[in-house]
């Protein structure tokens, strides 16, 4: 770039590549670097799904707006988006969990998002490769699946439309007052912003994010297999509480008909190689709710890293230890859904437009709050 940046955008994984969109989009010269390259990181191990999530009322909002943005922009991404609108079914196994569908329904309703529930008879004639005696499910039908690496590719690609620059194998060392170090370079600029997803507080120091480690398997070509991204009900319950490890069932079909089976959680720092006993544990409840998947092949499983932060809600705003820098990481399992809430967040916020929710529960600042709180 030839011209000084007015923001530099660290890390060009789905969440700053929309960053980088939503900047570039309101006028602002962009310049993304990238240790790697651009979709390659977390983002390329994840598994697409685009779900409104109730884990707290600041959650769904973050999950509904993205929702709808998606919905908006679909139709201008290229087709390798592979975008299904399949919607999500919440499987409920028993009365008790029917009660919490229910409870569901009325939240997402309160926030204006479509919702039935299922009987088990209704549920078995959607996806009918689903056990026997399941008690319903709620559907969710505008939810649906992308390919995340070629989804957060559009999104640089929309960016270096509107004038933004990519700049790959280039890894920052250090964040600076309205600057950034690479090497012996030294990069001005008006605001950074750290978008190094679960590699965020190692430019960071002081950010709560820590790498929690998923697995996925992935079969062979089942067209037709199943309809829905299919998630247990209790996979909530796996996905907010830390502990050191926990499966859930979660299956989504893909384009090329292939099945995506999820979905795992743990806490063993960086070490990425593939766990066989909790594969197994992951497999076991896959096959509990769906047994014919017995009969299908898988061809390859492989890990990623989803940024954990304690409050299970993602930092995005102002840092305001250093001047200029602004945080967009720590979007743990939903960062392929909330990454276009994100982004325009952060677009809002430093053109001083006024953001479409309430950004308050995402501040960076809520870390100096909570200092010392487990
Ligand atoms: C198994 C699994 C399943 C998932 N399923 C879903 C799902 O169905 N739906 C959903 O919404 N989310 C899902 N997620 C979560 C989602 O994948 C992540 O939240 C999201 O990809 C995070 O994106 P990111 O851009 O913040 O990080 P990343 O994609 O990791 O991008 C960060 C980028 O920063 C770069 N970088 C790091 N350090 C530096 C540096 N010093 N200098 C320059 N560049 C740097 C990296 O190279 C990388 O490209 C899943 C995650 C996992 C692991």
Not at 56 to 85: F, H, R
Not at 132 to 145: F, M, Q, T
Request: glycine fraction near 10%; charge should be negative; proline fraction near 7%.
């Amino acid at each position: 770039m030839s011209q000084r940046p007015d923001a530099v955008v660290i890390g060009a994984g789905i969440v700053g590549a929309s960053c980088a969109e939503a900047l570039a989009r309101a006028g602002r010269r962009v310049l993304i670097l990238d240790s790697s390259f651009a979709g390659g990181g977390t983002t390329a191990a994840g598994m697409g799904h685009l779900v409104a999530m109730d884990d707290s009322p600041a959650q769904l909002a973050l999950t509904a707006y993205s929702g709808k943005l998606w919905t908006e922009l679909v139709p201008d991404l290229p087709g390798n988006i592979e975008y299904e609108p399949c919607g999500t079914l919440w499987v409920a196994e028993d009365e008790e969990q029917l009660v919490a569908v229910r409870e569901k329904q009325r939240t997402y309703a309160e926030f204006g998002i479509e919702a039935e529930t299922l009987s088990p008879t209704q549920l078995a004639e959607a996806e009918p490769h689903l056990r026997p005696g399941l008690s319903g499910a709620l559907r969710v039908p505008g939810d649906g699946v992308i390919y995340p690496p070629n989804a957060a590719l559009a999104l640089v690609q929309r960016a270096i439309a509107n004038g933004a620059q990519l700049r790959e194998g280039t890894r920052v060392d250090a964040i600076g007052p309205r600057e950034v170090l690479v090497g012996r370079e030294r990069i001005s600029c008006d605001c950074v912003i750290n978008a190094c997803g679960a590699e965020a507080a190692q430019l960071t120091t002081g950010l709560p994010i820590v790498p929690r480690k998923g697995h996925l398997v992935i079969t062979d070509r089942y067209p037709g297999f199943c309809h829905h991204q299919l998630v247990e009900l209790g996979y909530l319950t796996s996905a907010h509480t830390m502990n050191a490890e926990s499966v859930a069932f979660n299956v989504q079909p893909r384009a090329t008909g292939q099945l995506l089976i999820g979905s795992s959680r743990e806490l063993v720092g960086w070490d990425g190689t593939v766990n066989r006993a909790i594969v197994r544990r992951m497999l076991d409840r896959a096959l509990d709710f769906m047994p014919g998947l017995a009969l299908t092949s898988a061809i390859r499983t492989w890990t990623g890293f989803r940024p954990a932060t304690p409050d299970k809600l993602p930092l995005i705003g102002a840092w305001e230890d250093t001047p200029g820098l602004w945080i967009a990481a720590g979007h743990e399992g939903l960062g392929i859904t909330t990454s276009l809430g994100t982004g325009q967040l952060i677009a809002d916020l430093i053109v001083g437009a006024t953001p479409a929710i309430d950004p308050a529960p995402f501040a960076p600042a809520r870390v100096h709050a909570t200092a010392g709180v487990s």
